[in-house]
């Protein structure tokens, strides 16, 4: 096995057990390695760290898969990563009788680059490094074996790939395709996964908790959905009484797939749901110039800032459709706003709330601030800014 020598004092983080070896920590590899290939991790004196997953064409050059010096990766190492991970989640009270739920989550369950969404019986696999793309079949024997499920997908097509020197990848890697389509129960309400085109694996399970919260708040209120996609705050909304739900997203495909979902749901009464394509940016002001109002509005767009580079502007565009939903708000009413900008910090993501209510005029509080749900656990020595952020404010 080669092995990567660290530059001196470089070996703190490792210590740390952050899991990211960057290019400019390595001193020199001695030996030959080749993508995706495990190389043992050893500090400037010599001291043996772990074994890592080698990648020559990413700036993390190196992906810790244990920090035991002795560890052999091989296919019985996955299985075990697996079977913890799974058990992680079997214990979490919140997860029960949930059928879309997060698997595996990458660096935080201990298996960098691996991501597995798990909707019923069908799973999609989602890998983006190098040390990830050598194992597959070894995580794919272990899926299979520890969930019995019927069928995997790999959707293995995220951008970041391309800095691991990776092309994009997609298929079956076990069983077939359904014969009908994917439907999950998010605490009772029905939503239809697409797992081949949808967004990331098809859903956005990281929001389950903060869509179930809205249900709690709901009731009697007037909602307006921005970012709704297919329509899960929206259903949501409807399953907790609110008196009206309007949605807006500019994606006709995402807005396709909404129709259907809420038509899964005969209980919900669709008389009070409204669907509409728009960009949020314009409707918003649109919306402020009708004088329309509502009791609570859910902001949850795209990432802005992928990463600090872009905070400026980002920062722009999330105070932009802030004040804009304040002012759309009627006393008492209540803003649940999001980022899943990495480049974005909860810390400066409140200020710019804050900031965006001064400027609306409204006197707001937050009541919550969230995060992703229990099944995507947060490695505490991890960029914050990673996942996703929440806020819940109500205005006086
Ligand atoms: N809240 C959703 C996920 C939202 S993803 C859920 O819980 O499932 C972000 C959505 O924003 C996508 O559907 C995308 O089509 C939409 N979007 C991106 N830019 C937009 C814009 N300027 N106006 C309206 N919708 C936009």
Not at 47 to 74: H, K, M, Y
Not at 156 to 170: H, I, K
Not at 257 to 279: C, H, I, K, S
Not at 346 to 367: P, S, T, Y
Request: glycine residues 10%; proline residues 5%; aromatic residues 6%.
């Amino acid at each position: 096995m080669a092995q990567l020598i660290l530059k001196p004092g470089r070996e703190r983080s490792v210590l740390r057990r952050h899991p990211w070896i960057f290019d400019g920590a390595v001193e020199r590899l001695v030996g030959r390695a080749k993508s995706g290939d495990t190389v043992e991790v050893v500090a400037d004196d010599g001291r043996i760290l772990g074994r890592a997953a080698w990648s020559p064409s990413s700036r993390i050059r190196a992906r810790v898969w244990s920090f035991a010096p002795d560890q052999t990766i091989d296919d019985a190492f996955f299985k075990r990563r697996i079977a913890q991970a799974l058990a992680r989640r079997a214990d979490l009270p919140e997860l029960a009788g949930q059928e879309g739920l997060r698997l595996l989550h990458a660096e935080s369950d201990g298996l960098p680059g691996v991501i597995c969404d798990g909707y019923g019986d069908t799973l999609v696999l989602a890998l983006s490094s190098a040390g990830a793309e050598k194992w597959r079949d070894a995580i794919v024997g272990a899926l299979v074996k520890a969930t019995g499920c019927a069928r995997i997908y790999e959707r293995s097509d995220a951008d970041l790939r391309a800095l691991e020197g990776l092309m994009p990848r997609c298929g079956y890697l076990h069983g077939e395709a359904p014969a009908v389509p994917v439907v999950i129960s998010e605490s009772g309400v029905r939503m239809e996964v697409d797992i081949v085109a949808g967004h990331k694996t098809g859903f956005y399970l990281d929001q389950r908790d903060n869509r179930l919260l809205l249900r709690q708040l709901a009731h009697g209120r007037r909602v307006l959905n921005c970012f709704c996609y297919t329509g899960g705050f929206s259903l949501q909304a409807l399953a907790g009484g609110a008196a009206s739900v309007l949605s807006l997203d500019s994606s006709v495909p995402a807005l396709a797939a909404a129709a259907p979902n809420l038509a899964l749901n005969p209980e919900l009464a669709a008389g009070r749901a409204l669907w509409r394509e728009a960009d949020v940016f314009s409707e918003l002001r649109a919306l402020a110039l009708a004088g329309e109002q509502f009791d609570l509005v859910v902001l949850d767009p795209p990432k802005f800032a992928p990463s600090p580079a872009h905070a400026e502007r980002a920062a722009r565009a999330y105070k932009d459709i802030n004040l804009y939903a304040c002012k759309l708000l009627s006393p008492g009413g209540i803003l649940m706003t999001y980022s899943c900008s990495g480049g974005i910090g909860i810390e400066l993501f409140q200020k710019i709330v804050a900031g965006a209510a001064q400027d609306a005029k409204v006197e707001a509080r937050m009541v919550r601030r969230l995060s992703a749900a229990a099944d995507h656990p947060v490695l505490l020595d991890f960029p914050e800014g990673e996942y996703l952020k929440g806020l819940v404010c109500q205005v006086a």
